[in-house]
Every structure is written in C-alpha cells, then in structure tokens.
C-alpha cells in the first residue's frame, strides 16, 4: 500500500500526517523536533511511504537532510503557491499537514528548489556579510547624524570605515558624552569591518566565479562578493523557466497578492513579499557603483 506523508514544521515541534493511495487518514501526531524521535515514528512506514512533505519554513535543512539521508524521497513545499481547500471551514496544524499530503497524492503539489546540502553553508555565510554590511551601515549613518549635529559637518563613508586611523574621535574632543558616543561607534564600525573583511577572504579562497556568473564582472558596481552571493542566491539558472521567473525570485516584480492583517485593532493590506531579499538588494548595490566602489 502507497503511503503519502507531510510534516507541518515549526521551530520546535511538528505535525505529521500520513495518509493512503485512496486519501484515507493513515496515522498523524505531534512530534517534537528531535531527529531520533522523527525516525521512530516514522519506521514502521517506512517501505510503503512514496514521498514525504516539508513546507519551505526558515529551518527547513535539518528536517530535510535528516530523512533524505535516510533514504526517503523529499518534496519541499512552496508556501507562497500552496491554495488551501476551500471546502474547508476550519484549519490548525493536522489539517494543514493532512493537505500537505493530500496535494502530493495528487500530484498538484507546488515544489520548491532544494539548495544542494553542500552549498548552503557557503550562501549562509555570505548572508551573514550582509546582515554584518547592513549593521554596518546603520552605525555609519548614526554616526554621521552625531557629527552633523555638532560640528556642522561630516565625514566621507570611506573616511569613517578607515581602520588604521581614528578621523572621528578629535572632532568630538569638546564633550565627553560626545566624544564616547562617537569612539564607541567609531569602534563598532572597526570591529564589524574586520569581521566582514575575514568572510570575504574565507568565502574567495573556496570558490571562484564560473561562466556564466563570471559576466556579473562586467558590470559596473559589481565586484567579485557581490557577483559571488548572486551566484550562490542564483543557483543553476536553468531551474527558473523563463526571465519573469528569475525576476520575481529576486522580488523585482510588484506582487499581485494583497494580505490582510490587524495591527492595533486597525486592518491594513500589504502586499505579499515572496523571493529572495538578498538579491532584492543587489540591484540597490550594483545601481550604487558610480558613487562608490563595491568589492
């Protein structure tokens, strides 16, 4: 007998659910996030089960890599194309989980892309750059709001990211509460510096551009980090279909979904943001390249 699988993850438990080639609830339960408990439970269907179900959720690796090594087949589900039944008037975690299965008997489920095990550690990491580059941003903004308030001037971006000189503590001289605020800023931009300045070099001696990502170079305001995170954000290019595809991967696009939340007692409507922020943010890099130089 076919079993269908699915688990709806989150951050410490799941909710898996199984069900038969005919749709008929099988076994479901609870479970907590525990790799050992997930394969318990899991084992005695283990020969009858055809595909199980992860939705793309923010911790999604583990579970994934845990059962596709143990020789299941991995469908990971894309939450932002996934239609709930409409027949269905009430909705929690079991129910969520049971359609999950359902979609993959059926075959109408919405897959995502899963990343190569191997190379995730590397895109995280270059995720962790940027996450460091915009830290570092903010402090740099903050600090020349604190020069422009009390000297009337301020100092050139490069100026403040100079390591082997501190340009910014002598024109806060006058004040003490002043001057601290600016040589703590001073010194968390210096720190945050040096921790990108060593992702760059572990991420460049471990890879190198290959055709066709090595054209990135030719544009102007691209240098090799940020040819080298479109890259890894990219992946094979080939898995997107057409160019609208890419595109809207890259949230380049205005998204046609309207979700609706309450903030404050208040209904608000925002559009749904679907797509890989980081490479949102490339094009705002690259744009940036005749002011000042990116590496």
């Known amino acids: 007998m076919k079993l269908y699988s699915a688990f709806d993850l989150h951050s410490n438990n799941s909710y898996l659910a199984i069900i038969d080639e005919n749709g008929k609830r099988v076994f479901h339960r609870k479970v907590k996030n525990d790799p050992q408990l997930v394969m318990q439970i899991l084992n005695p269907f283990k020969k009858d089960i055809e595909g199980i179900v992860v939705e793309s959720t923010f911790n999604w690796y583990w579970m994934v890599d845990l059962l596709s090594d143990e020789g299941y087949e991995m469908h990971l589900a894309n939450p932002t ?7 269905l008037k009430h909705s ?3 129910d969520d989980a049971f359609w999950l299965a359902e979609m993959l008997r059926l075959k109408i489920l919405p897959e995502g892309y899963v990343y190569p095990k191997g190379q995730r550690p590397l895109r995280d990491l270059l995720r962790k750059r940027g996450h460091l580059v915009r830290l570092r941003t903010s402090l740099i903004v903050s600090l020349q709001n604190i020069l422009a308030r009390n000297i009337g001037d301020q100092i050139k971006t490069n100026d403040l990211k100079a390591l082997k000189e501190d340009r910014v503590t002598p024109l806060l001289a006058g004040n003490d509460d002043i001057s601290l605020a600016g040589r703590v800023s001073k010194e968390a931009i ?3 510096t040096r921790q990108i300045r060593a992702i760059e070099i572990a991420v460049e001696k471990k890879m190198d551009l290959r055709k066709p990502y090595d054209l990135l170079l030719s544009m102007p305001g691209v240098g090799r980090v940020l040819a080298l995170t479109i890259t890894m954000e990219t992946g094979p290019v080939g898995r997107f279909a057409k160019v609208g595809n890419y595109v809207s991967y890259c949230r380049k696009v205005p998204a046609g979904r309207m979700e609706i939340s309450i903030c404050h007692g208040r209904m608000q409507r925002h559009q749904s943001l679907h797509g890989v922020l980081t ?7 690259i744009g940036s390249g005749g002011r000042q130089t990116h590496r």
């Open 81 to 87: 194309k996934i239609q709930q039944y409409s027949g």
């Open 190 to 192: 210096d720190s945050l």
């Open 92 to 94: 929690d975690d079991k």
């Open 279 to 285: 490479l949102k943010r490339g094009p705002i890099m």
